[in-house]
């Protein structure tokens, strides 16, 4: 059986526990190359976590004859143009959430591996997670009857010591896409596109109320699934410390399920007979049930339930949701 050989872009703090050490203990899979720009913290990653090779420009890694396949781990904003490299130099691609900065990029980059024939992935890890998965099961399963909407609510109080001159990543546009909205937003649609099936039509309002930084720090939306179901949702990231709220809801004709995209509590399940609780936590590399679907697809054992294909469809929602 062939081993897939991974070479890692940014290898910074995601990669330090939530994938990196995960394409190491998974079978057929083996991580030979990290990459940052800083060649200081790539070489001591690379020390880190036993890596043979570290480099500090990614086309080196790229174009590495012992890499296989590429982990695109950067922020969003270069998402894009690593993507059109990976897949020039003929290598299937792994990229993290959001998959780009807007859709039109998100299309460029699918075209790009499919005149490739190459897969491409995005690293929507939920749906191999053990809750997220309970919440598919009772969905299929009838235990809250028939879907008839959804809700969703992400509260965070505002980021503190905040500097207009060196603001985090996630709050400027140009890297980003948006806010933090485009930060964690596409892990709750996307796990709600794998649970309900895709979203046809989305609205939203965005605004910028504590103007600590130009992305929004605030929106609201509306959207209909395809099979019918409605939904709405609430993000908001100036509340007060005593208001964070993580919770996503699911109403059905005989029932509910409440469960968190990022909080570690039970899903819950309410209906006639009474109340249920399911704890699952997830494991202690979080993205490796993931990354081992995308192992068995590359070596013919299986198949991976989020491409770019699938992942673009979040990134039209949520450019529809802020109106462009």
């Known amino acids: ?28 899979s083996k991580l030979v190359a990290v990459m940052r720009r800083d060649a200081a913290k790539a070489e001591d990653y690379a020390r880190r976590h036993n890596v043979p090779k570290w480099y500090a420009d990614a086309t080196a890694l790229i174009n590495d004859p012992e890499v296989d396949a590429v982990y695109i781990a950067t922020p969003p904003g270069s998402h894009h143009d690593y993507t059109l490299q990976v897949a020039a130099a003929g290598k299937p691609v792994y990229v993290e959430k959001p998959m780009a900065r807007t859709y039109a990029e998100c299309q460029e980059m699918i075209a ?44 965070h109080p505002l980021q503190n010591n905040l500097e207009k001159d060196n603001l985090p990543w996630r709050v400027q546009p140009d890297i980003a896409g948006g806010g933090l909205f485009f930060d964690l937003a596409p892990h709750q649609l ?63 004709s ?17 209906t006639a007979a009474g109340k249920q609780e399911f704890d699952l936590p997830p ?12 192992v068995e697809q590359l070596t013919g054992q299986g198949e991976c339930p989020s491409t770019g294909v699938t992942a673009a469809r979040t990134a039209w929602v949520m450019d529809q949701i802020v109106g462009r």
């Open 1 to 28: 059986m062939q081993t897939i050989r991974w070479g890692i872009i940014g290898c910074g703090d995601v990669t330090e526990v939530k994938s990196g050490p995960a394409f190491n203990k998974i079978p057929n």
């Open 112 to 155: 790009a591996c499919e005149k490739a024939q190459l897969p491409l992935f995005v690293a929507f890890y939920r749906r191999r997670l053990p809750s997220f998965l309970k919440v598919k099961e009772l969905v299929d399963t009838g235990a809250i009857g028939e879907v008839r909407f959804v809700n969703i609510q992400l509260y």
């Open 190 to 252: 996307d796990i709600l596109d794998y649970i309900l099936g895709p979203i046809a039509s989305a609205s939203g309002q965005t605004a910028n109320q504590a103007n600590q930084y130009p992305a929004e720090d605030i929106v609201t939306a509306q959207y209909r699934f395809a099979s019918g179901v409605l939904g709405s949702g609430t993000w908001c990231f100036t509340v007060a410390d005593n208001q964070r709220t993580d919770r996503m809801e699911l109403f059905g």
């Open 254 to 270: 005989q029932g509910k399920i409440t469960f968190a995209a990022f909080d570690k509590v039970p899903v819950l399940l309410e």
């Open 283 to 294: 494991p202690p590399h979080i993205q490796q049930p993931f990354i081992q679907t995308i």
